[in-house]
Structures are given as C-alpha cells and as structure tokens.
C-alpha cells in the first residue's frame, strides 16, 4: 500500500505545488473567500472527488463515499487568512506565491493553504491509488476561521453533515504542525469591559485607573519567545443620553481547567474595586459578540471564544495514526499548538469539547511563520503531508490490507 501511495504521490507533486501557489496568489482574507472557494471547487471537480458541494456558509466539501455510511473521516482546513498588515515589512507581494529555494511565500502559505492543498490532494492520491474505502473520506475548506471563530466549521458541523447522514467520527486538521501530530491546545476568549458614569470626566478617570490595573498584569514581553497570555487595548469613549461610556477590550489566555464565567467574575472585581477611588461608576464585563457577515451574504453572531481542547495521547485515532505514519515512512513526532500570538487557534475546541469528535493536527506549514510578515511552507512538505494525510486516512477508514484490521476500536 505505501510504495502505491508513495509512487502516485510523486507523480502528483507538480500539480500539488501548481495548486498551493494558486491558493496563496489568491486574496482571502477572512469574511471574503469567495475567489478562493471557486478555485477549490474547481480542484475538487477535477480531481474526481465522488460529490462536490457548497454549504449555506459557503464551505466547500468534496467527499468520496465508502462502503460503510456510518464511519466517517473529516479532513478540515480554513481558506480565510488574517489581513497582510504591514505590506511594507513583505520582501515581495503577500500575494505573489514566490517561490525561492524549497520555501513557498505568501499570505496563509502555513496557516494554512498548504495544508488545505495537501488535505485536498490526499483524497486524490487515494483516489488514483485505487485503494477502496470502507468509510466516507470528507474534504472541507471552511469560512470564518480568524474573524469568524470558527463559524464555517459551526455550520458544516450542525447543519451540513447531518443533513447528509454524515457523522464524522474523528477530523484531522491540516494547520500548521511542521509535520508532527498534534493533539491540542489552550484557549483564549476577548471580553469588553463597559464603565458609564453621570459624566465624561468621571468615566475617562475611572476607565484610566482600570485599564492601568488591568495593564499592569500583562505578562508578555514583546520580542521574546513567552506566549502572550493577557492583552488589554486602551480605553475608547463615547458620550450618552445619561452621561458618557468608555469600554476596554481584553483578551485572555485560558486552560482547560479555567471556568470563563469565574474569569469573568475576577475582571469584574478588579474593574470595581479600581473604580472605586474615582466616584459613582457602573462597570459591566461580558464576552465580546458581534454579527459577522459571511461571504455569500449569509449572517451570523460570533462569540469571541476559543475553547482550550486536547485529544487523549492514548486514545485510539492517535494511536492509529502515529502508527500508520511510522509504518509508511514519516515522521510522527507529538506535540501541541503554542498558539504564540493570542487570537491565533484552531477548530479542535468546538470539534472535541461541543461535538464530541476526537480530533489530531497535521499539516506542511510552521506555526511560527503563521499570521507573520513572509509567511511560508516548505514546498517538500506540502507533499510529504499529502502522503502522510492519505496514510491515516487509509488507516482510520481504508479496507485492510497488508496486515492492517479495520475494527471497532474507534
């Protein structure tokens, strides 16, 4: 089975690079993934996935149907990316999918349009392989992962797979791994803190004095390896019918152990003991919410909330995979997500914890070049992960062959 695998992959590896530099030459920043959706379905179609389709979100799914309905194996990428930010600090076009030596550069190049051609392609590879499924293999592409929180996924979750009479019993995600088999993360949520008083000085004194309290507790230094755990923005003003508001926005690291409601709670006290010193001052804290639109015009509310998950190193899907992985050939090493930058997460959080899916990380890019000024993918890797992709795929949902049994100990 691997030395098919291996040999079809090779003769895939030039349209595998040709599509992930399309993917990064085209813009889309979250909320606006419309161009890129076209060019995936495009692929799927080509690639001769068994159905093609588009979601109310506009996820794009391509799925090759097994023997079996009820096992189910969900490959999930993003197609969003953040904005370039600062253009001037790009050697070349955030565009432009340069490639120079074995590094492909561009805007989402790791986080994650390499993973998403390598996830893509590893349905292909399988495909042309000619190794028969038991299970149902699903490829989706979602929206709104960086300024959605997930709500392409949410959607694709709730609404699109059980309408299809999928369940998918564990998800492999392609972010930024470097290869290795990753199996969660901490999370993090942004709060505002809303302070109003009878009038603009009261309120501009005492949401000084809080943001200086909440500021002092910050632990990261910029420039240094440390995570960022708290970030707090200073404090913006505006005048009411009763007098005026100022609200500070602050996001928070958070474990799994951590309850967000206590966290809440602690803000809360530290933000009215503060104000204390200034005068009558009403202090509400509360998870920031706001309507996002998605690009196929369709609303929806998203909480500023990233769950902290973490798959059981024993439990049987990663077993299964490092197992597969080692067998074919490439590297298995696990890890989880530093998640270095606040905001940054994945989609394993609202997989493990709200829908009960264990889940694994896999993908070709590097989190450190992630959400950074010349982002890039090792060009090798992106191939390397579309065998190791198609690896446990086979081995979660593939008929059994060389020795392998497909049993129900997952």
């Known amino acids: 089975m691997y ?8 003769g895939l590896k030039d349209d595998l ?7 990064v030459s085209i813009p889309s920043v979250s909320l606006d993934e419309g161009r890129i959706a076209d060019r995936i379905e495009r692929e799927l179609r080509t690639g001769g996935y068994d159905k093609v389709c588009r979601d109310d979100a506009g996820n794009v799914l391509g799925i090759l149907f097994g023997r079996d309905s009820d096992r189910t194996l969900l490959l999930n990428c993003h197609m969003d990316t953040v904005t370039p930010g600062r253009t001037e600090l790009w050697k070349t076009s955030p565009y432009s999918g340069h490639i120079s030596g074995d590094r492909l550069y561009g ?14 392609y590893a349905g292909i590879l399988l495909k042309r392989a000619m190794l028969p499924l038991r299970g149902n293999l699903v ?6 992962e960086e300024n959605g929180r997930s709500a392409g996924l949410r959607t694709l979750l709730e609404t699109t797979l059980p309408e299809l009479n999928l369940r998918p019993m564990f998800a492999v995600l392609g972010e930024p791994t470097n290869l290795g088999l990753y199996y969660g993360h ?4 942004e709060m505002e803190i809303r302070v109003e008083a009878a009038d603009p000085p009261t309120t501009e004194n005492a949401a000084t004095v809080i943001y200086d309290q909440l500021a002092a507790a910050c632990s990261h230094t910029p420039g240094t390896d440390r995570p960022e755990s708290l970030v707090v923005s200073e404090p913006s003003f505006v005048e009411t019918t009763n007098g005026a508001r100022a609200t500070i926005h602050m996001a928070r690291r958070i ?13 809360k006290q530290t933000a009215v003991l503060a104000a204390r010193s200034v005068g009558s001052v009403s202090v509400d804290v509360a998870i920031c919410e706001e309507t996002q639109r998605l690009y196929n015009g369709t609303s929806t509310l998203v909480r500023h909330v990233t769950h902290a998950w973490e798959t059981d190193p024993f439990n049987p899907l990663l077993v299964r995979a490092r197992d597969a992985l080692i067998a074919g050939g490439c590297e298995a090493a696990p890890g989880k997500w530093k998640l270095g930058r606040l905001g940054m997460a994945t989609g394993g959080g609202l997989l493990v914890n709200e829908f009960k899916v264990p889940t ?12 950074a000024p010349n982002e890039y993918v090792e060009v090798p890797n992106i191939a390397k992960a579309a065998y190791g992709t198609a690896i446990m795929a086979h081995s979660l949902i593939g008929v059994p062959v060389f020795g392998w049994t497909f049993d129900d100990d997952i």
């Open 107 to 120: 805007l989402g190049a790791a986080d994650c349009k390499g993973g998403l051609a390598a996830q893509l």
């Open 360 to 371: 694994v990380g896999y993908g070709p890019g590097s989190e450190d070049a992630a959400h």
């Open 3 to 10: 030395d098919v695998l291996r040999g079809r992959n090779e």
């Open 255 to 267: 474990a799994a152990a951590d309850d967000i409601n206590e966290v809440l709670g602690q803000v």
């Open 186 to 189: 901490n999370g993090w949520f």
């Open 17 to 23: 690079t040709r599509f992930a530099r399309e993917l």
């Open 139 to 144: 490829f989706a592409a979602t929206v709104a």
